[in-house]
C-alpha cells in the first residue's frame, strides 16, 4: 500500500504551459518534502513544508502543504525544459513503530517539457 | 563540500551470485540510507544506519544486509540475488537522520541477468 499516492504519473506539456502536481495521502504529515531526480541522477531536494496551509515559493514553482496536512501540491509557472524531471514527494514514516522515523516516497510524476 | 558518492555506478551480475555496493556519506553526516528504485515500485526504503547502528529497516528479505563503518561509509549487500533485484540503488546521506532532508548519491544500476 502506498501512503503517499501521487498524480498524474506522467505529464508531457509544451514550454510555457502552467501545471499542477498533486501528492495525497489519507494519514497525515508532519511535514512533507519534494524532490527532483533528473535522468542519471539521484533526487534533489527542493522544499520541506511543515505547517498546515503553508505556501513555499522556490522562483517559478509553489508549494502547497493542505490545512490538513495531508495532502500538498506543486505549481510550475511558464515550464521551461529545464523543469523536466522526476518530482517526488516525501514525508517521514515510522518502519517499526519504534517511534524512529524514516521518509516514504510517492512514486512520482514524470514532467517532461517540450521545446 | 563533496557530495555523496556510490561505487560502482553500474554492475551486471547473474542470478544466485552476490553484490556489494559502496556509499561515501557527505563529511560530518552521520546517517546514511538506502533505497532501491524500480519504475514498477518506485523508492523503497531498504535501511538506516546512524553512527555504525542500524536505526531502520524497511520490508525487504533478509537477502539484503548493510553496514556502516566509523567514517560512516556504508556497504550493502545482496545475497542470492533474484532478476528481480534488478534496480537503482540509492544512498542518502542526512546530518540529522532518516526522516530529515536527504543528499542522494548518484546511484548504483544494478541489472541481473
Known amino acids: 500500500t502506498q501512503l503517499l499516492e501521487q498524480s498524474p504519473q506522467f505529464l508531457s506539456i509544451q514550454e510555457g504551459e502552467n501545471l499542477t502536481v498533486y501528492c495525497n495521502s489519507s494519514?497525515?504529515?508532519?511535514?512533507l518534502q519534494w524532490y527532483r531526480q533528473e535522468p542519471g541522477e539521484g533526487p534533489v531536494l527542493l522544499v520541506t513544508?511543515?505547517?498546515?496551509?503553508e505556501v513555499k515559493k522556490l522562483k517559478r514553482l509553489t508549494f502547497q502543504f493542505g490545512d490538513a496536512r495531508k495532502d500538498s501540491s506543486l505549481h510550475i509557472t511558464a515550464a521551461q525544459p529545464g523543469d523536466t524531471g522526476l518530482y517526488l514527494c516525501?514525508?517521514?514514516?515510522?518502519?517499526?513503530?519504534?517511534?524512529?522515523?524514516?521518509?516514504?516516497f510517492g512514486k512520482g510524476t514524470k514532467l517532461s517539457v517540450i521545446p | 563540500k563533496a557530495g555523496v558518492t556510490q561505487t560502482p555506478r553500474y554492475l551486471i551480475k547473474t542470478r544466485g551470485q552476490q553484490v556489494t555496493l559502496s556509499c561515501s556519506p557527505i563529511?560530518?553526516?552521520?546517517?546514511v540510507s538506502w533505497y532501491q528504485q524500480t519504475p514498477g515500485q518506485g523508492l523503497q526504503f531498504l535501511f538506516e544506519?546512524?553512527?555504525?547502528?542500524?536505526?531502520n529497516k524497511g520490508n525487504f528479505p533478509g537477502r539484503f544486509s548493510g553496514r556502516q563503518f566509523s567514517n560512516s561509509r556504508s556497504e550493502m549487500n545482496v545475497s542470492t540475488l533474484e532478476l528481480g533485484d534488478s534496480a537503482l540503488y540509492l544512498c542518502?546521506?542526512?546530518?540529522?537522520?532518516?526522516?530529515?532532508?536527504?543528499?542522494f548519491g548518484p546511484g548504483t544500476r544494478l541489472t541481473v541477468t
Open positions: 542518502a546521506s542526512s546530518l540529522s537522520g532518516g526522516s530529515y532532508e536527504q543528499y
Open positions: 494519514s497525515v504529515f508532519s511535514s
Open positions: 513544508v511543515v505547517t498546515g496551509g
Open positions: 516525501a514525508g517521514p514514516h515510522s518502519y517499526s513503530g519504534a517511534g524512529s522515523y524514516q521518509l516514504t
Open positions: 563529511s560530518g553526516h552521520r546517517s
Open positions: 544506519y546512524f553512527s555504525e547502528t542500524q536505526r
